[in-house]
């Protein structure tokens, strides 16, 4: 409701039917589209075709129906994103009775590295299948996924049947997340998006940080079951009104045609070297050693199957997954980078931050999550203004360079925080951080779509969302790479003062998964064991700052193109894709400087 209502107050009356009824008549998806013509200079334009010139303050939204159509239509895809996002962080509580019920240690880490390997492999793919057959059709399909997956896993009762359920969880959380960028993308204007991106970027903020707390209850006080329970009404609802609600193109492509125009080796390369890459992490250091050959196979062969990719979208494909045009310039190359990085650094602190709370502070996991609100709302409530301010303006680097300052100094007063509890500094400094995150949540995404033809608008926006999730992946990894090398630096004081046994416990990879012990034992020993996982997690932060500031220099290369008000309807299907083909042939070279 909540969304509802401001969305109502945003889209001006008489403004909200969609944009399908622009859409240019395609004819028949097989046949080569028309050559491009010259269109006059008061139209807006959309591959070369002149479109009817809309005053509406919203591009792309036909004027004379009810504005409640386009409140109803972003709740559903807010609903997507929420459910998409919640879904990653509600089982972190619930993980020890789930794999306690069936009776699996494997479990506890398959539990959510399952759900995030499908979601990052899958994102690429995503964006190229929406471009053959439509974003309606594509976007209901992800939610009908995600569906059943949600109630697999609260209906099975082995573990490896709850595995599968979350793989199909991931892909379907991989689609929603995915498509509904690229429809807000086809459905307002460059100047409008910047608000509609905020909405977006609140909910997932916001999900991902109630996910722990609600967890937490479902598995305390019902049953862990709730928390894939809860999912069923969500999408149940969301699917008709987005079949009622949600009018875009449809280019009806067959499906024998579609197939074929799929990059099926560059699929499954970029699938398979996200996958080898990602388990490869996974395993090392923690089930396997480092220097072990399935670790070293694993990521090595991701890296090889990642440069096939690169030789066979460059070379082979003829509608590549990502074409490599959309890296040409170096404004768009550093606003993928400057994505992978903000992903990296805010999964650190929302992942990590928890573990400090729990194992410093002795906060119970509940507990943990609600010290983490200020950096949750902060991250939101930038987010919402960030959205607001890039519609009124027009500009959106102001808000990235401010973030990117922000960021990296709400990351490097962390490593200020003390052993005893500083309440004062934990809210201030999770605020400037967070609000820093927030601001940086829309950005790079309009920098790279300003910066690329509206008919790769799709494609740039899947590539950022893969870029994003698979850094998210990455940051755990590395970040609990730190975590237990420092654990394992302080062995011999834990032992000096624990005991051989208890430091067994709390060595290297097992600390983290006996944070509980530390509040059981003596007073001498806890301080032992707190001051230990104090250094080891400020050791973290000092990583994260890097990385963040990393990021601070690479905003420096983003180019301020100036965004739209009128709206360019993207088409869509196998014409498209043809267009497409033929001036990315052109388009692929060596990075070139800005142009324009």
């Known amino acids: 409701m909540a969304i509802t209502t401001v969305l109502e107050t945003r889209v001006q009356a008489g403004s909200a039917d969609l944009v399908e009824q622009h859409a240019p008549t395609t004819g028949d998806d097989n046949n080569p589209p028309d050559e491009p013509q010259e269109s006059p200079p008061e139209g807006p334009v959309s591959n070369g075709r002149r479109l009817e010139h809309d005053h ?75 471009d053959i057959w439509g974003r309606k059709p594509m976007l209901m399909g992800a939610n009908a996924i995600f569906f059943a997956g949600s109630l697999m896993c609260a209906l099975v009762g082995d573990m490896d049947s709850f595995i599968a359920g979350r793989v199909l969880q991931g892909l379907g959380a991989g689609g929603m997340q995915t498509i509904v960028n690229i429809c807000i993308s086809d459905l307002f204007s460059q100047r409008d998006r910047g608000f509609y991106y905020g909405l977006t970027s609140v909910v997932w903020a916001l999900a991902s940080g109630v996910g722990p707390v609600m967890g937490g209850v479902f598995t305390s006080r019902l049953s862990w079951r709730w928390c894939f329970w809860i999912n069923l009404p969500i999408t149940g609802a969301v699917f008709p009104l987005l079949f009622f609600t949600l009018k875009m193109p449809n280019p009806k492509t067959p499906m024998r045609a579609g197939l074929k125009a799929i990059d099926w080796t560059g699929s499954f390369l970029i699938i398979g070297g996200a996958l080898m890459l990602l388990i490869g992490l996974h395993l090392g250091g923690v089930h396997d050693p480092w220097h072990s050959a399935t670790v070293v196979c694993l990521i090595v062969f991701g890296f090889v199957a990642g440069g096939l990719f690169v030789v066979n979208e460059w070379k082979l494909a003829e509608y590549p997954v990502i074409p490599l045009h959309l890296f040409r310039t170096w404004s768009s190359s550093a606003a993928y980078s400057l994505c992978f990085l903000h992903a990296f650094a805010f999964m650190g602190v929302a992942y990590y931050l928890p573990l400090y709370f729990q194992a410093v502070l002795l906060a119970s996991p509940l507990m943990s999550g609600v010290y983490l609100l200020p950096f949750i709302v902060s991250s939101s409530i930038s987010a919402a203004l960030t959205g607001v301010y890039i519609q009124r303006s027009g500009r959106y680097l102001p808000a990235v360079y401010t973030g990117l300052v922000a960021m990296t100094l709400g990351i490097g007063l962390l490593a200020n925080l003390e052993v005893d509890a500083d309440w004062v500094k934990m809210v201030i400094y999770q605020l400037i951080g967070g609000a820093g995150f927030g601001m940086n949540l829309e950005g ?91 250094e080891s997690t400020r050791s973290m932060w000092i990583m994260y700052v890097c990385f963040s500031a990393l990021g601070l220099l690479l905003g420096g290369f983003i180019k301020g193109h100036p965004l739209k008000k009128e709206h360019e309807v993207t088409e869509v299907g196998l014409r498209n894709l043809t267009e497409r083909q033929r001036s990315g042939s052109r388009e692929d070279s060596p990075m070139q400087g800005e142009v324009g």
């Open 56 to 130: 509406s303050p919203n591009m792309g939204i036909r004027p004379g129906s009810s504005k409640l159509q386009v409140a109803t239509l972003m709740t559903c895809l807010c609903a997507c994103v929420f459910i998409a996002a919640l879904d990653i962080t509600i089982v972190t509580t619930a993980l020890p009775t789930i794999a306690n019920q069936f009776a699996s240690n494997a479990g506890y880490t398959w539990i959510g590295t399952s759900f995030t390997l499908a979601h990052t492999a899958s994102t690429p793919s995503w964006g190229k299948v929406s």
């Open 444 to 534: 790079p995404l309009l920098a790279v779509q300003a910066d690329v033809q509206v008919r790769d608008v799709a494609t740039a926006t899947a590539v950022m969302g893969f870029i994003r999730t698979i850094s998210t992946a990455i940051s755990i990894v590395l970040g609990g790479v730190v975590f237990q090398n420092e654990m394992g630096r302080r062995k011999g004081m834990l032992e000096n003062g624990l005991g051989p046994d208890l430091a067994q416990l709390l060595d290297g990879g097992s600390a983290a998964a006996n944070v509980e012990l530390v509040r059981s034992l003596p007073p001498g020993q806890r301080v032992i064991a707190r001051r230990a996982f104090y």
